[in-house]
């Protein structure tokens, strides 16, 4: 079985200072992980995922994800955070082992709040 | 491409009435997934398709609910009777098949509030 878990809730940062969202991961094989954002009354977006290669993986409006096989862990990063970039978070994996399909298993969600 | 359109964007009923959800995947797209979100349990994954097929449906909560995929390009989510815990976000999403890294795209969702 495959699962995800995001610790906070919610995250509070102040505007130009770096934000981090934690997320960790449990899977049987290998691992593909995403990071989705959701606005307001809006649907989930793609932001930037790890299939292989690079640790670092570089995704939409500044965001990054650093893989940690050790830690088994897949924190969203940004270096300066904006007021726009309050939302709700989601982390997700996928096993690439996995033959029950296409699924994505997502955490509960983490709400960024980024004050001026 | 206009992404995964869902229709209404908004739906308000009273308990007992029938409700349909519809979905327009991506197309090319041969996987699509109904989720419900709602504040006490998040993000829950309702039923998913392969090539029109339903393959997973654990997580649709009970017999009121059922979903269908005629086509490639259209999906259908209903619940009969409706009862107010039913009440949430439904999204769609779509994404290419399993040789591909599997992302799924959202649709904007339909606000369902059974009065």
């Known amino acids: 079985a495959q699962s995800v878990a995001q610790p906070e809730d919610q995250v509070n940062v102040a505007e130009g200072n770096p934000l981090t969202v934690k997320c960790t991961y449990s899977?049987?094989?290998?691992?593909?992980l995403f990071w989705y954002v959701q606005y307001p009354n809006r649907g989930l977006q793609f932001l930037l995922k790890?299939?292989?290669?690079?640790?670092l993986v570089k995704g939409s409006y500044g965001f990054e994800a650093e893989f940690n096989k050790s830690q088994t862990s897949f924190h969203l990063k940004k270096p300066s955070a904006l007021v726009s970039d309050s939302a709700l978070y989601f982390c997700?994996?996928?096993?690439?082992?996995?033959?029950?399909?296409?699924?994505?298993?997502f955490g509960g969600g983490t709400r960024l709040m980024v004050k001026p | 491409d206009a992404g995964v359109i869902q229709s209404p964007r908004h739906e308000v009923t009273e308990m007992g009435q029938e409700v349909t959800l519809r979905c327009k995947p991506i197309?090319?797209?041969?996987?699509l997934f109904w989720y419900r979100q709602t504040m006490m349990r998040g993000l829950e994954l309702l039923i998913y398709?392969?090539?029109?097929?339903?393959?997973?449906d654990s997580g649709m909560p009970e017999d009121r609910f059922s979903a269908k995929m005629p086509n490639a390009s259209f999906s259908t989510l209903k619940i009969q009777p409706s009862e107010p815990r039913d009440s949430a976000v439904y999204f769609c999403?779509?994404?290419?098949?399993?040789?591909?890294?599997?992302?799924?795209?959202f649709g904007e969702g339909s606000r369902l509030t059974v009065l």
């Open positions: 197309s090319g797209h041969d996987y």
């Open positions: 997700a994996v996928r096993d690439m082992n996995n033959n029950a399909g296409n699924m994505l298993t």
């Open positions: 999403a779509s994404s290419r098949g399993l040789e591909y890294t599997g992302e799924l795209f």
């Open positions: 790890y299939i292989t290669g690079d640790n």
């Open positions: 899977v049987s094989g290998n691992p593909y």
């Open positions: 398709f392969n090539n029109n097929v339903p393959i997973d």
